[in-house]
């Protein structure tokens, strides 16, 4: 049997874009209506308005944190131009969580971002996270009585791959010299949002906040044992998996260590050029496993094989996302359960990680995929933005009012 210690924190996570609705002041509702997406986010899942509803299923769940994103793009449509109203609204959101014993975890950046700031070059130019870093800081002033734990930036190598190496994100560009640019500049943001923050807690006297990055890790593993494919495994952990967190180590700006993990990325790689070194993945499914309905690989031997290496920086973990899309809840179960017995295992062998957090509460806006991907705990039916509670997260809520598997 398996035992978890009665404080460690069970939850699930959304992002404000994916679910609130109607988020029509960021650059991901503005590509959305030229057309080159998949699908518009449209209403989403209403969350904006659904809220309290939602934050009741988690506590049925036996939810004791959910972590949430803030929009900037509506406290701060235009430049400078702060939405008293739209503070309100997460105020309400906070105290929603913490009047049914909810620990919030709020992320400041998820992916979106203003208008006006994308506009005039968004993470491309250091000059301009003078924004962010008000944003920041007018947030941490507002909810530090009531937050403890906070994620600054969301997944900020997903981000600069996606929208600047990849191109499939908004802006949509294609260039490995912008890539690495916002790469560091998002590195920089996290540091003096880091430290913004802990002024903010220090000026008011409150106990000091637990501030990180969410940052998505891989199984990065060998498809064939050629030279090239050596040297990917090692380049990609090397740079996807350490590179933001030892820089932030080196800066003294992480308090915990926040990871997205999802499964396996299985190199395979063509030549030696350096986007099939960084990006080439085996097309030929060597080496099968379970797959999600995205079609990625389910490894949850691979969140041990981690969690083991970052034992060494001797930080708390938060498993700040970790989930599957598939319509088959039998397969969300196993996925859990695997992942689950995975992390405990590292637990025993002394890593120290204080909570789970699922991806997702509901099902949600899957970015360029659309509203295919269904990774919620809840279902939803968008023609009537019907909730209903899985199989799967009612075996979950089993494990985290028990502690048991
Ligand atoms: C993460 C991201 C989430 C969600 C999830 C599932 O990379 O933070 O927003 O989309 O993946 O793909």
Request: aromatic share 14%; with cysteine.
């Amino acid at each position: 049997m398996i035992k978890f210690s009665h404080d460690f924190l069970w939850g699930a996570s959304t992002s404000a874009h994916q679910v609130e609705g109607g988020n029509i002041h960021n650059d991901w509702w503005q590509a959305e209506q030229g057309g080159v997406l998949k699908e518009a986010s449209s209403q989403a899942c209403r969350h904006y308005e659904l809220y309290a509803e939602d934050f009741a299923i988690a506590k049925e769940l036996g939810h004791n944190c959910h972590r949430f994103s803030i929009e900037w793009s509506r406290i701060e449509p235009q430049e400078g131009v702060f939405q008293d109203s739209e503070i309100e609204h997460y105020h309400k959101v906070i105290a929603e969580l913490k009047s049914r014993g909810i620990e919030p975890v709020v992320t400041l950046h998820h992916f979106t971002n203003p208008v006006w700031f994308s506009q005039r070059g968004g993470w491309t130019k250091l000059k301009l996270q003078r924004y962010f870093l008000r944003f920041v800081e007018k947030m941490a002033k507002e909810f530090s009585s009531v937050v403890k734990f906070w994620v600054t930036i969301n997944e900020p190598l997903v981000y600069s791959s996606h929208s600047y190496l990849l191109g499939v994100w908004p802006p949509g560009e294609r260039s490995l010299f912008k890539t690495v640019k916002v790469t560091l500049n998002l590195a920089q943001a996290h540091i003096q949002a880091y430290r913004i923050i802990h002024k903010v807690y220090q000026d008011k006297k409150l106990e000091r906040p637990m501030v990180s990055i969410a940052a998505n890790l891989q199984a990065f593993e060998l498809c064939r044992p050629t030279l090239k494919n050596k040297l990917a495994v090692y380049l990609r952990h090397k740079l996807y998996n350490l590179y933001f967190i030892e820089a932030l180590l080196r800066k003294r700006t992480l308090d915990y260590i926040g990871i997205n993990y999802y499964g396996r990325n299985l190199a395979d790689v063509e030549n030696w050029g350096i986007r099939h070194l960084l990006l080439d993945t085996c097309k030929y499914n060597h080496h099968p496993l379970r797959k999600n309905s995205l079609g990625w690989d389910i490894y949850p031997q691979g969140l041990y094989k981690l969690l083991i290496l970052l034992k060494k920086y001797s930080l708390p973990i938060l498993i700040t996302e970790n989930g599957v899309c598939t319509e088959d809840d039998d397969l969300k179960w196993d996925y859990i359960r695997g992942h689950l017995e995975q992390l405990n295992k590292s637990i025993e062998e002394g890593v120290n990680v204080f909570g789970y957090i699922y991806w997702s509460l509901i099902d949600n806006f899957e970015w360029d995929k659309g509203f295919g991907p269904r990774f919620g705990l809840v279902h939803i039916d968008y023609q009537n933005q019907k909730r209903t509670i899985r199989a799967s997260a009612r075996k979950l809520a089993e494990v985290s009012k028990s502690g048991l598997i």
